[in-house]
């Protein structure tokens, strides 16, 4: 006898293709209407991923019984109660705290698939008997593999140890009134020229038959479609063909240029994803980051829609975002989040150093809504990190030319020879890969003698200190020479990633030229910057390079790249084997290292088996 399954939607993410049709064909009551379907069906465990499905097909929702997330606050605020009058307080001193690690940025090694542990605590359910007395308005994302094992053992099986997430839809608001059949009737004889008399009672009939019938509307809503004209059809058969290389999933294997050719297009794309980081929602942040490096390693200036619904990663809701760009000059979304006071405040918040999305919010729940008040309300509840960011706000927020981040790097290299002869120095990040101006300056240095490089970051900092460029020393980290110089330590297969890219000595500091015209003014009228030194033994120099150079999507899939493809573990302090743990030499030769640090580098990609990408190549964002 045939299971009495509720109607089932099933999410094609993650499943083959090529064995799709084979799975939709054993699903008797499968729909291909999200908003019909009592039940979501998905290869996925993840909660969060769950609701990023959802929000794909145009579901807000709620989530049910949400667990109360414990957030402290200051002893002496309640979170009823609301600042007094505040007073602007930048000249106090910096309370001597030890320095955090500033807003850490992960690339971990996980996999494309974001797949988690599955809910637990949801109440146990029975088996669905009564399934299709449910109210509609609850959405349950239930594991694939329940499906399967309704199937295996011939009876429907209760959902609780399948239940990856449950919500109610949140439903928008509408001023439409329902259509008057007096009026629609009207209408219909005059613009058709029918006055023939229609029956009444037929047509209120039909109006309430559908009106009983949730599942069957007069007007049932359909997923939206990018529309197409006529002209843009037949372009659509004159596209350019796709390169080659946007074939791949690993966008290290891409040429991606810093001013693309949908550069406009890109920069609106971030403001999204940084909505994303804003509010949490790392799967979405993930999504959109490999459509921008997609988008913009696609080499030609996109004309249509289509052009980007082909492109991989992006799929039809970028393509509408594109249509919708090109037919306003803005996204709605990002105009939203404008007007929006929360979300300008957290904008605010989170551009601190030290500061992550999850401390604005903190901040915002705290009734904070701008930097005085931070100042006034919770400067001793601050770490040392965040309260420079706080008092230095203004001129961290300033770009460095070119030239400037050339003559700070020149100064760290002169005082790392004037200390030990022989260190050579690489200015990486976004000036390497070619922009205009830059946020930061991150230069690696390193030196042939492995003896010079151990626990050396202690000693340049100290010299730039001495001569006043170094102000403040946000982060000291020595774990590189604590180890011995050796690449990070491969666990196994289980471990988790920790947070940031490496784990080798370094120095985030504050930076600030010394030399000004004291006749003019008292006062060194000199910026305040944001340097990382990052010191690398030679013989891993290459991948400290390679790891400090790209951006943030290209270093997440070259380590997807050498998990899956060369089964090994990549990291800015060196490569091991995933088998068993070893160091794999990636840099040197029959005559030993190399002879400097730029062709380490280009060993390094090419005993990966990567096409060469000068860094200028690598700015996928």
């Given at each position: 006898?045939?299971?009495?399954?509720?109607?089932?939607?099933?999410?094609?993410?993650?499943?083959?293709?090529?064995?799709?049709?084979e799975?939709?064909?054993?699903?008797?009551?499968?729909?291909?209407?999200?908003?019909?379907?009592?039940?979501?069906?998905?290869?996925?465990?993840?909660?969060?991923?769950?609701?990023?499905?959802?929000?794909?097909?145009?579901?807000?929702?709620?989530?049910?019984?949400p667990?109360?997330?414990?957030?402290?606050?200051?002893?002496?605020?309640?979170?009823?109660?609301?600042?007094?009058?505040?007073?602007?307080k930048?000249?106090?001193s910096?309370?001597?705290?030890?320095?955090?690690?500033?807003?850490?940025?992960?690339?971990?090694?996980?996999?494309?698939?974001?797949?988690?542990?599955?809910?637990?605590?949801?109440?146990?359910?029975?088996?669905?008997?009564?399934?299709?007395?449910?109210?509609?308005?609850?959405?349950?994302?239930?594991?694939l593999?329940?499906?399967?094992?309704?199937?295996?053992?011939?009876?429907?099986?209760?959902?609780?140890?399948?239940?990856?997430?449950?919500?109610?839809?949140?439903?928008?608001?509408?001023?439409?009134?329902?259509?008057?059949?007096?009026?629609?009737?009207?209408?219909?004889?005059?613009?058709?020229?029918?006055?023939?008399?229609?029956?009444?009672?037929?047509?209120?009939?039909?109006?309430?038959?559908?009106?009983?019938?949730?599942?069957?509307?007069?007007?049932?809503?359909?997923?939206?479609l990018?529309?197409?004209?006529?002209?843009?059809?037949?372009?659509?058969?004159?596209?350019?063909?796709?390169?080659?290389?946007?074939?791949?999933?690993?966008?290290?294997?891409?040429?991606t240029?810093?001013?693309?050719?949908?550069?406009?297009?890109?920069?609106e794309?971030?403001?999204?994803?940084?909505?994303?980081?804003?509010?949490?929602?790392?799967?979405?942040?993930?999504?959109?980051?490999?459509?921008?490096?997609?988008?913009?390693?696609?080499p030609?200036?996109i004309?249509?829609?289509?052009?980007?619904?082909?492109?991989?990663?992006?799929?039809?809701?970028i393509?509408?975002?594109?249509?919708?760009?090109?037919?306003?000059?803005?996204?709605?979304?990002?105009?939203?989040a404008?007007?929006?006071p929360e979300?300008s405040?957290?904008?605010?918040?989170?551009?601190?150093?030290?500061?992550?999305?999850?401390?604005?919010?903190?901040?915002?729940?705290?009734?904070?809504?701008?930097l005085?008040?931070?100042?006034?309300?919770?400067?001793?509840?601050?770490?040392?990190?965040?309260?420079?960011?706080?008092?230095?706000?203004?001129?961290?927020?300033?770009?460095?030319?070119?030239?400037?981040?050339?003559?700070?790097?020149q100064?760290?290299?002169?005082?790392?020879?004037?200390?030990?002869?022989?260190?050579?120095?690489?200015?990486?990040?976004?000036?390497?890969?070619?922009?205009?101006?830059?946020?930061?300056?991150?230069?690696?240095?390193?030196?042939?003698?492995?003896?010079?490089?151990?626990?050396?970051?202690?000693?340049?900092?100290n010299?730039?200190?001495?001569?006043?460029?170094?102000?403040h020393?946000?982060?000291?980290?020595?774990?590189?020479?604590?180890?011995?110089?050796?690449?990070?330590?491969w666990?196994?297969?289980?471990?988790k990633?920790?947070?940031?890219?490496?784990?080798?000595?370094?120095?985030?500091?504050?930076?600030?030229?010394?030399?000004?015209d004291?006749?003019?003014?008292?006062?060194?009228?000199?910026?305040?910057?944001?340097?990382?030194?990052?010191i690398?033994?030679?013989?891993t120099?290459?991948?400290?390079?390679?790891?400090?150079t790209?951006?943030?999507?290209?270093?997440?899939?070259?380590?997807?790249?050498?998990?899956h493809?060369?089964?090994?573990?990549?990291?800015?302090?060196?490569?091991?084997?995933?088998?068993?743990?070893?160091?794999?030499?990636?840099?040197?030769?029959?005559?030993?290292?190399?002879?400097?640090?730029?062709?380490?580098?280009?060993?390094?990609?090419?005993?990966?088996?990567?096409?060469?990408?000068?860094?200028e190549?690598?700015?996928?964002?």
């Amino acid at each position: 006898m045939a299971l009495d399954f509720p109607t089932i939607y099933l999410l094609p993410t993650h499943i083959d293709p090529a064995k799709l049709p084979e799975l939709e064909a054993q699903i008797p009551t499968l729909t291909y209407d999200i908003n019909e379907a009592s039940i979501v069906l998905g290869k996925i465990s993840n909660k969060e991923r769950a609701k990023f499905e959802l929000r794909r097909k145009n579901i807000q929702t709620e989530d049910i019984d949400p667990a109360p997330v414990p957030l402290s606050s200051p002893d002496t605020q309640t979170e009823d109660s609301y600042p007094p009058s505040k007073r602007r307080k930048l000249e106090s001193s910096v309370s001597p705290r030890s320095a955090r690690s500033s807003r850490p940025t992960s690339v971990s090694d996980g996999e494309e698939s974001l797949d988690g542990d599955g809910l637990a605590g949801w109440e146990n359910q029975t088996p669905y008997s009564t399934a299709r007395e449910e109210d509609n308005s609850i959405v349950k994302v239930v594991k694939l593999s329940w499906f399967t094992d309704c199937l295996a053992q011939g009876s429907i099986l209760p959902m609780n140890n399948y239940l990856v997430y449950q919500g109610r839809k949140i439903r928008k608001a509408t001023s439409k009134t329902l259509p008057n059949p007096d009026d629609v009737l009207r209408r219909a004889r005059q613009e058709g020229g029918d006055e023939r008399p229609s029956s009444q009672g037929r047509f209120s009939h039909a109006y309430t038959s559908a009106s009983q019938h949730p599942r069957t509307s007069a007007h049932p809503k359909r997923p939206p479609l990018v529309q197409e004209s006529t002209s843009e059809h037949e372009r659509r058969a004159h596209m350019p063909p796709i390169p080659d290389y946007l074939h791949t999933t690993y966008s290290c294997q891409r040429p991606t240029p810093v001013n693309p050719p949908n550069e406009a297009f890109v920069k609106e794309l971030d403001k999204v994803r940084t909505l994303r980081k804003l509010k949490s929602d790392e799967i979405g942040v993930r999504a959109y980051s490999t459509s921008i490096a997609s988008v913009a390693a696609y080499p030609y200036l996109i004309s249509q829609p289509a052009e980007v619904a082909r492109l991989p990663g992006c799929g039809e809701k970028i393509a509408t975002l594109y249509r919708q760009w090109k037919e306003n000059g803005y996204l709605e979304e990002v105009e939203e989040a404008k007007k929006d006071p929360e979300m300008s405040v957290l904008q605010l918040f989170y551009n601190i150093w030290g500061v992550a999305a999850t401390t604005a919010k903190e901040f915002y729940r705290r009734r904070w809504r701008d930097l005085d008040d931070i100042i006034e309300y919770g400067w001793d509840s601050l770490n040392r990190v965040q309260q420079i960011g706080v008092k230095y706000y203004d001129e961290l927020q300033l770009k460095i030319t070119r030239r400037e981040v050339e003559e700070i790097g020149q100064t760290i290299l002169t005082h790392a020879n004037k200390l030990r002869k022989g260190f050579q120095m690489v200015i990486v990040g976004g000036y390497r890969r070619g922009k205009a101006e830059s946020g930061d300056v991150d230069v690696v240095i390193s030196h042939p003698d492995t003896a010079a490089t151990f626990n050396f970051v202690m000693d340049i900092v100290n010299s730039l200190e001495k001569e006043n460029y170094v102000t403040h020393t946000l982060t000291l980290s020595t774990k590189n020479s604590e180890r011995g110089q050796t690449p990070v330590a491969w666990k196994g297969q289980d471990r988790k990633a920790g947070p940031g890219f490496d784990t080798l000595d370094k120095a985030l500091v504050v930076w600030q030229d010394p030399h000004w015209d004291k006749e003019s003014s008292s006062k060194n009228p000199n910026p305040h910057r944001r340097v990382d030194i990052i010191i690398s033994p030679w013989k891993t120099a290459g991948c400290a390079v390679i790891g400090w150079t790209g951006g943030i999507t290209f270093q997440r899939d070259l380590r997807r790249y050498c998990k899956h493809e060369k089964g090994l573990k990549f990291d800015s302090s060196g490569v091991r084997s995933r088998t068993d743990g070893s160091w794999v030499d990636l840099e040197s030769d029959e005559h030993g290292p190399a002879p400097d640090m730029l062709t380490a580098e280009k060993r390094v990609f090419k005993r990966l088996g990567l096409e060469w990408r000068p860094p200028e190549e690598r700015c996928t964002g």
